[in-house]
């Protein structure tokens, strides 16, 4: 059920749903085939319009973060040429007080029809109409979108703990989450962008979309994309969350006519050959930074976390906000398998493989470098250097993963180590943020 009540009238009939034929797929987009009316105007149609709640996490696909409305639709006959434009009317009025300037409409590899733009959310935005002009050719045409004054105040949640376990082949992980205790979305989606392909607004192409049951908290990706394509042994890949809230309260079968508000979280991971790296690896999301970003619920001192970062040199590694100290940690087989511990004012020649537990305690923070750039460590590679953490007590990680692109010409003592990114620019080093 929708933890936002809808007024029925504005509730969608179920029967539109059986309208639509166009493959759709989106993460700020939509999601397989339309389903929706059809409206012609001008000899332009459109159909799955929609107006929603949208938000972003942090990401590293080129999607603008923060909370968004989307609208909308699907272009009859391809979106390649043509263009889109929101449209808002306050209340009682009727004259528009916003009118976007038309911009291309970017179809994608599971949408060759879509069209959608964005404007930054705020409640009074909801106080009005909404309409989504296109441009076709030499046609131009406005359509009403949904209504507005429904979608909810409270964003929908992201998930947590998302973590990745490698298949024999490689190209079929399965992806596990976990959403807030008593939260049930009226429904689910998973879409994966290519980050080697970008559209012409720059942001990555989505080659996999699917909606899940609103109670799934795993997934096996298919060895075909609904695109087509599979994926690629090495490739840069992100898998997107959608957890939706839908207009009717029942599940969102397809396109995004049906979507009230949803979230959308973001997790970085590259395919790998072979099944005997570790299961349930934690994800992290990545921001522009290349700083990587985690949450997961449950860590302590009795079990290991893995996690999963993206050529880099070596990495800084800092708890959150509450978070539990580090107690110890395990590095991979990498290079030479020889790296330098830093912490506090200490110093310690670590090998691969070896667990080294920190003084009583636990640090907050540390970094390993001695990554032989002959490594080709990606820092964007959330496979590469695969790290083995515990905490001093059970509780939530939240902290961060910061890549070091060159080794520093010294070891800073621990007091700088938070200097690091202003120190180092000019080595290379990705700024880093606190979670």
Aim: hydrophobic share 40%.
């Amino acid at each position: 059920m929708s933890s936002f009540p809808v007024p029925e009238k504005f509730r969608f009939s179920k029967t539109l749903a059986l309208a639509g034929t166009v493959a759709a797929g989106a993460i700020i987009y939509g999601c397989l085939a339309s389903a929706s009316w059809a409206t012609t105007i001008n000899g332009i149609t459109l159909t799955d319009q929609n107006i929603f709640r949208d938000f972003r996490g942090i990401n590293d696909v080129g999607i603008a973060q923060g909370d968004r409305l989307q609208f909308g639709g699907n272009v009859h006959s391809g979106s390649a040429d043509a263009f889109g434009a929101g449209i808002f009317t306050p209340f009682g009025s009727t004259v528009p007080t916003i009118t976007q300037s038309l911009q291309p409409c970017d179809p994608l590899a599971v949408n060759l029809n879509f069209c959608a733009r964005t404007t930054a959310f705020s409640t009074g935005k909801l106080n009005g109409t909404w309409a989504f002009e296109v441009q076709k050719g030499s046609a131009t045409a406005t359509f009403a979108l949904p209504a507005v004054n429904v979608i909810p105040t409270t964003p929908a949640p992201f998930p947590s703990s998302v973590t990745i376990t490698n298949s024999t082949n490689g190209i079929q992980p399965t992806i596990s989450w976990n959403l807030p205790s008593g939260f049930t979305p009226d429904s689910f989606r998973v879409n994966i962008y290519d980050r080697s392909h970008l559209l012409p607004n720059g942001q990555a192409d989505i080659i996999h979309s699917v909606n899940l049951p609103n109670s799934a908290t795993s997934y096996i990706l298919p060895e075909t994309l609904t695109s087509g394509q599979t994926l690629a042994i090495g490739g840069k890949y992100t898998i997107g969350f959608q957890v939706i809230d839908s207009r009717d309260g029942g599940p969102v079968i397809s396109g995004n006519a049906n979507i009230l508000s949803r979230s959308n979280s973001f997790f970085d991971f590259t395919p790998q050959l072979g099944s005997t790296t570790p299961s349930n690896i934690a994800l992290p999301e990545i921001d522009v930074d290349g700083v990587h970003h985690f949450n997961i619920d449950s860590v302590g001192p009795d079990s290991i976390t893995w996690i999963d970062p993206a050529v880099a040199t070596g990495f800084i590694y800092d708890i959150g906000a509450g978070d539990p100290n580090f107690a110890s940690v395990i590095l991979p087989d990498v290079g030479d398998g020889l790296f330098t511990l830093s912490y506090d004012s200490t110093d310690v020649s670590l090998a691969a493989g070896v667990q080294y537990f920190f003084p009583a305690g636990g640090v907050s923070e540390f970094m390993v470098t001695g990554i032989e750039p002959s490594a080709g460590v990606d820092p964007f590679d959330t496979s590469a250097f695969l790290t083995g953490l515990t905490f001093i007590t059970a509780g939530h990680f939240t902290g961060t993963m910061t890549p070091i692109l060159q080794t520093p010409s010294a070891v800073p003592e621990p007091a700088s180590l938070s200097l690091l990114g202003a120190a180092l620019v000019g080595f290379g080093l990705l700024r880093r943020r606190k979670a």
